[in-house]
Nanobody, 115 residues
Framework: QVQVVESGGGLVQWGGSLRLSCEASGSIVFYTVGWYRQALGKQREFVADATSGGRVNYADPAKGRFTISRNNAKRTVVLQMNSLNSEDTGVYYC??????????WGLGTQVTVSS
């Protein structure tokens, strides 16, 4: 069962970009890997995911601004975030789910968008 670790968060200005990376400890070929975020005082919400079958899905706030991509050979899933605004501020978590229902969450990486 894989473990995942996020990286790439930080402080960025309004309208800027960040690239988040999720690295797995093992093969992700049979995993759907996604990104979630949680703002202070709010529930964790879905951002985007990339399925084992190659499909990508986005939450409405991410459409047109964020791009998720996976590289199975490198065991990584990247979330490229552009045109960031204050509503994108939060802790971003990577989640890996395999076909048997096993779930692994990372510890998260903080993204802060300053105005």
């Amino acid at each position: 069962q894989v473990q995942v670790v996020e990286s790439g968060g930080g402080l960025v200005q309004w309208g800027g970009s960040l690239r988040l990376s999720c690295e797995a400890s093992g093969s992700i070929v049979f995993y759907t890997v996604g990104w979630y975020r949680q703002a202070l005082g709010k529930q964790r919400e879905f951002v985007a995911d990339a399925t084992s079958g190659g499909r990508v899905n986005y939450a409405d706030p991410a459409k047109g601004r964020f791009t998720i991509s996976r590289n199975n050979a490198k065991r990584t899933v990247v979330l490229q975030m552009n045109s960031l605004n204050s509503e994108d501020t939060g802790v971003y978590y990577c989640k890996a789910t395999n076909v048997n229902g096993y779930v692994s969450w990372g510890l998260g990486t903080q993204v802060t968008v300053s105005s």
